[in-house]
């Protein structure tokens, strides 16, 4: 029997980013999307949807497509429905606007450079990464979802292989939890040597995730230096604790909102609203510089 990760999606907010949603999240309307992401699905005989089988990511400013397969056995999945697991499966909006607004712009150059997704998921921005030529880049999960992470960059090792750079390295995925020891452990493993960037896409939602958020803040205290470039891409919610997190990280980092969707006026109603299919999403990037 195999089972997709959207067969659960009657309990699970709508999350994946359409063609339709990618033009939504634009801050110009009349400018075609960076990436352009479809899925295709499995429906019975009166149309309705069972499950996504297929994500497709197109990069039309680079003529590259990545393909993710979504469907799995159901002894593959079930560990990661154990928990907030499941979260890790779909793309969120805050990995589509850090593609669209810091990655596929080049506002963030990332060619010749070492990459880390922290809980990436689907690890979308960091493949993005690996086709606008980072040297190397590292998509980090729980335990659980690493096989899905490593089956798909092997189903596109031929796409993350087509580069004239003998130097680039095609992503890796590794599993890394979050906690001081556990980032102390994964810095020694490289020898010590840090990631020129650090991505990380809607990773605090207490409800969800409780204060997971926390072990995500001693975790940056020990891979970022001074030198570091992290960018962190968040959906606000309510309720979401983002305050807190940036509270606490501003303890070690400089923030700078890099790009906003909102203005700080309208977010408590764009709050209120924001759980609504088709409504405005509030979605922030920040950049944070280890003092």
């Given at each position: 029997?195999q ?58 400013s ?12 159901e ?34 150059p ?32 729980q ?33 890394l ?115």
């Amino acid at each position: 029997m195999q089972q997709s990760l959207a067969e659960v999606k009657d309990t699970v907010p709508k999350a994946a980013a359409t063609e339709a949603e990618m033009r939504a999240i634009e801050t110009s309307a009349t400018e075609p999307p960076k990436m352009v992401v479809t899925t295709t699905t499995s429906d019975d005989l009166n149309g309705t949807v069972l499950c996504e089988d297929e994500m497709l990511v197109r990069i039309p400013s680079l003529g590259k497509s990545i393909t993710l397969e979504l469907t799995q056995s159901e002894y593959e999945i079930e560990p990661m429905f154990s928990g907030a697991s499941w979260a890790g499966s779909v793309l969120w909006a805050a990995a589509s606007v850090l593609c669209e607004h810091c990655l596929l712009n080049s506002s963030v150059p990332v060619a010749d450079t070492s990459v880390l997704e922290l809980g990436c998921g689907l690890g979308i921005p960091g493949m993005v990464c690996s086709l606008l030529g980072a040297r190397e880049v590292a998509l980090t999960e729980q335990p659980q979802l690493v096989p899905l992470l490593e089956k798909n960059l092997l189903k596109n090792a031929s796409v993350f292989a087509a580069d004239e750079l003998a130097t680039r390295a095609p992503p890796a995925a590794l599993a890394l939890s979050w906690g001081t020891a556990e980032a102390e452990a994964f810095l020694e493993a490289r020898g010590g040597k840090r990631f020129d960037t650090i991505l990380i896409c809607d990773c605090v939602f207490e409800p969800l995730y409780g204060d997971s958020w926390k072990l995500l803040c001693e975790t940056l205290v020990v891979l970022a230096d001074s030198s570091t470039n992290v960018l962190i891409a968040s959906e606000r919610r309510s309720e979401d604790c983002i305050p807190e997190f940036q509270a606490t990280l501003e303890v070690h980092f400089d923030l700078e909102t890099v790009w906003n969707s909102y203005e700080e006026a309208d977010l408590p109603s764009l709050l209120k609203s924001s759980h609504v299919q088709g409504q405005k999403k509030p979605l922030r990037i920040i950049s944070a510089k280890r003092r």
